[in-house]
């Protein structure tokens, strides 16, 4: 047998064991495999898959493998000497992003480029070739490809190949230089060691003002202010040792004489013999950001200062107010001593006058006394719930877990207007809840005693209390059966002096439900109330449920 055909039979087989290891390693890797090969190769592979057990018709039928004749995928995507990259997207690229979607690990044997090779088509060779670097970079997957190893005569030509493509490579790698610095946003200048402008770019116009034809073969200085032109003796003195000078940052002149504030990074331009010959410049115009710094720094400056008088504003607002709550201090005093001793005054003598002289005095004059000591209790309650409220919204309140249901119980328990059989209080079983107890003690006891005071003449008060978990939050409810609230005063419930029912002789100082609200506040919570105008009302408090 002559040499020749007896080292391409021994690269044949070479082949075809590297394509059934190849295929049968991606399908026990639970992969996909598509193969693009010569008949008998295809052939080879079946037996290979069988012999391993794999079953290559129940992995087709699968989708998991996928064969295809080399020779019909060639007719399929050339168009005579040349391959139609809309075929080979339909022919190939089509079925390997369809075996990829399912997000197993694709392997691909590839035996087109080495039939083209073998034929000497070795344009359309780099062509395919090409087509499948770009379908590599969009899609990970291995590839194999046919070429032999062992010396066969198909080596001749795909040394051709190599050099061809490194050929390509180079031209393809130049012109995308070319376009990269024509399409650059930066100013990209070269110069020589003289300081001569050799070449110019468009942003480089468009950065300095001048079109190309007006600057190369000028000097590099025509760009740098007076103040400035040691820089370039420095920068000339470091581009002849082979220093970079990286992102420098400086000041040059346009054509119409603005300055203009650039970042400029100059490398050494080498010789094949390694000899420095000039320089590239990359400039960027950072005007705009440099702007900004001063801008920046200019707002610090300004937000300082503005801190800064705030911060003293705050001091003195801090002060004022000390003084406004020490002076609140002493009013509270005031008038809880100073003021309410007089009323205590009028109590007391009214009281006396009553006892020791009621009966010898007319109804007239023992009708004012008693309106007297009414009025003078009233009053003497209305200070008490200011200073109440004042109390409230001035303590320091400590947040902690409190038991709502013991809480409420104990409350009924100190009243007797609440007990059985003045008032039926029905208390389902509460939620804890995050708050401050001498506050929530504070709000059950005026929403307790509203609801036994306010029925109708002759109905026993019944009240029913319970709480709704409401997320991180808990609802506390207590419910009545008395006269009811019109809706029209639902907003004025809450705010100080305000009586829903000022001619009914129901006693108040229309201060204990904003008692109830500043309290609710103090503790983060809210309140409410439901009601018709008939057949009760239904407060409630809405407070931070303990977990």
Known sequence: MHESVAKTIENERYLERSIGQFVAQALRRNGNALVIATEAQLA?????????????EARKKEGHYVPMDAREVLGAIMEGENVVAERFAEKISAPVEHLIADGRRLSIFDGLVAILVGEGRTEAALQLEELWNDLGAKHPFNLLRGYSPNGSPQEPNAEVLERSRTEQHLRHREAELHALVASSDDAIVTKSLEGIITSWNAAASRVFGYTAEEIVGRPILWLIPADRLDEETEILSRLRRGERVEHFETVRRRKDGTLIDVSVTISPILGPNGVILGASKIARDITDRKRAEKALESARRELQETNEQLEARVAERTASLREAVAQMEEFSYTVSHDLRAPLRGMQVYSQVLLEDFGKTMNPEARHCLRRI???????????TDVLLFSRISRAEIKMERV????????????YPSLQKPAANVEIAPLHDVIGHEPSLTQILSNLLANAAKFVAPGVAPEIRVWTEKDGDFV??????????????????????????HPH????????????????????????????????????????????
């Open 44 to 56: 080879s592979l079946t037996t290979h898959l069988a012999k391993a057990a794999l079953d290559p």
């Open 373 to 383: 000591s009414e009025n003078a209790n009233r009053l003497d309650k209305m200070v």
């Open 403 to 414: 038991n709502l249901d013991k809480l409420a119980r104990d409350i009924v328990q100190i």
């Open 475 to 500: 609802k506390l409810w207590v419910k009545d059966n008395g006269i009811g609230i019109e809706p029209d005063w639902h907003d004025r419930l809450f705010r100080m002096f305000e009586r829903v």
């Open 504 to 547: 009914l002789p129901y006693e108040g100082t229309g201060v204990g439900l904003a008692v109830v609200r500043k309290a609710a506040n103090r503790m983060g919570g809210e309140v409410g109330v439901v009601s018709k105008g008939n057949g009760g009302a239904a407060f409630w408090v809405r407070l931070r449920a303990a977990v």
